[in-house]
């Protein structure tokens, strides 16, 4: 079975999103130039430096779809750096999907952050190290949000799938569209061994890239959504990621990476949560 996920695992490394123009999509909103469009939207890169980050955000707001983007970190010594690309909606009961990057020093791992807000409650993390070195190229990382579940994958291998589950309690997020954002900033307070490691400047500029954005989604607009409905049975005109799950593949994949990669899950943390396990944990999440 472990060979069996490692040929997995080097398939879904060789999957590249269709290329979309990131100039199309998204706005720079902030880093007084230091966010870029190179070669008419083909890339963007974002950069670090001691007096400022970076960011973009999408054009549209979504309201459920399946989201890749290619991302290469930023390379070399990145402790204190933060590379955050993530969904969310406005206001003080906010819904968010997180992937955060947190860096570190030369030659050790990254860690992979994911969180999920919903009605602007999180506390629901779940960190990994990845099998890859993710700042020697690109690699893609998504997310499946579908009125059942939001799936986090990396290179098409799920790592993460959180369920919905109104049934005992749990909000979800489901009426809130989300524009997608993306930022790197210094973080070095908290984001490198509890901000024990500070940002080395002499490193700086530090770049994030990105490339092949692609987004089978509904596109929120002026109260309405581009697909003819939420529901799954209207899946086949709008696309078979709304009603999408997990197969027997893909779950023995998450299965893997949760056992050989995850560092942290909040679902297995009763020190945090004395009273009792947040009530999704009753299930995978």
């Known amino acids: 079975m472990a060979s069996m996920l490692h040929l997995f695992l080097l398939l879904g490394s060789l999957m590249v999103a269709s ?35 970076s960011g973009f955000q999408s054009k549209n707001e979504y309201l459920f779809g399946k989201i890749d983007m290619q991302l290469k970190l930023v390379g070399g010594n990145s402790a204190g750096t933060v590379t955050a690309y993530y969904l969310s909606s406005k206001g003080s009961t906010w819904d968010e999907i997180d992937f955060e990057f ?100 002499t490193q700086a500029p530090f770049t994030a890239s990105y490339r092949n954005f692609k987004a089978d989604a509904c596109i929120w607009s002026n109260g309405k959504s581009s697909c003819t409905s939420n529901s799954p049975s209207s899946s086949s005109s709008n696309g078979p990621w709304l009603s999408e799950e997990l197969d027997t593949t ?29 009530a999704e944990c009753s299930s995978t999440s």
């Open 19 to 53: 290329a979309g123009s990131l100039n199309e999509n998204f706005d720079i909103t902030w880093g007084d130039g230091r966010a870029k469009m190179v070669n008419d939207g083909e890339l963007l890169t974002l950069s670090l430096d001691k007096a400022s980050g």
């Open 102 to 201: 947190l860096g570190n020093l030369s030659g050790d791992p990254y860690i992979l952050h994911s969180n999920v807000f919903s009605q602007g409650k999180g506390n629901r993390e779940q960190q990994f190290y990845l099998w890859f070195d993710p700042t020697a190229d690109f690699h893609t990382y998504s997310i499946l949000w579908n009125p059942q579940r939001i799936v986090f994958s990396v290179d098409g291998t799920p790592i993460r799938e959180f369920k919905n589950s109104e049934s005992i309690g749990v909000p979800f997020p489901k009426n809130q569209p989300m524009r997608i954002y993306s930022s790197l900033w210094n973080a070095d307070d908290w984001a490198t061994r509890g901000g024990l490691v500070k940002t080395d400047w």
């Open 250 to 278: 893909s779950q023995e994949r998450l299965k893997w990476v949760q056992k050989n990669y995850m560092i942290y899950n909040y679902c297995s943390d009763t020190k945090r949560f004395p009273q009792g396990l947040p």
